[in-house]
């Protein structure tokens, strides 16, 4: 089993979640088997989504981490928040989002969220390899 993990912080927030998409291009060419691109391109969706999202909604720094098990690959985000994310419908006209979360319910097998007994939560997402 392949794994990584990395420290998002917010200091500049559009060049942070384009680390995390790069990071994890550069995780998921190193698996064997190679996967597919078009699964890598979900998987670096999936994080580009919850590393925003955790930014966004957490206000502080987060923890990706990567893991690639025989059949899946699970990406999980950690913040200090302890808000569930949640559905609400998409904002056509003021911009202010909506699109993410449910985006990634689909895409996933799975996902889930865990609060910690210190304080905020993982948000995660399995994806089919």
Do not use: Y
């Amino acid at each position: 089993m392949d794994t990584m993990s990395v420290n998002v912080t917010p200091a500049r927030s559009a060049t942070t979640i384009a680390s995390a998409r790069e990071t994890a291009r550069d995780f998921l060419q190193g698996l064997v088997p190679v996967i597919a691109a078009e699964t890598a391109d979900t998987v670096v969706l999936v994080v580009s989504e919850l590393v925003t999202n955790a930014l966004r909604h957490a206000g502080g720094a987060c923890t990706l981490d990567l893991t690639a098990h025989p059949d899946s690959i699970e990406v999980a985000v950690h913040d200090g928040s302890p808000q569930t994310p949640r559905m609400r419908t998409p904002d056509l006209n003021g911009g202010t989002g909506g699109f993410g979360w449910p985006m990634v319910n689909r895409l996933a097998r799975t996902t889930a969220v865990t609060h910690r007994a210190t304080g905020g939560k993982a948000v995660s997402a399995l994806l089919p390899r």
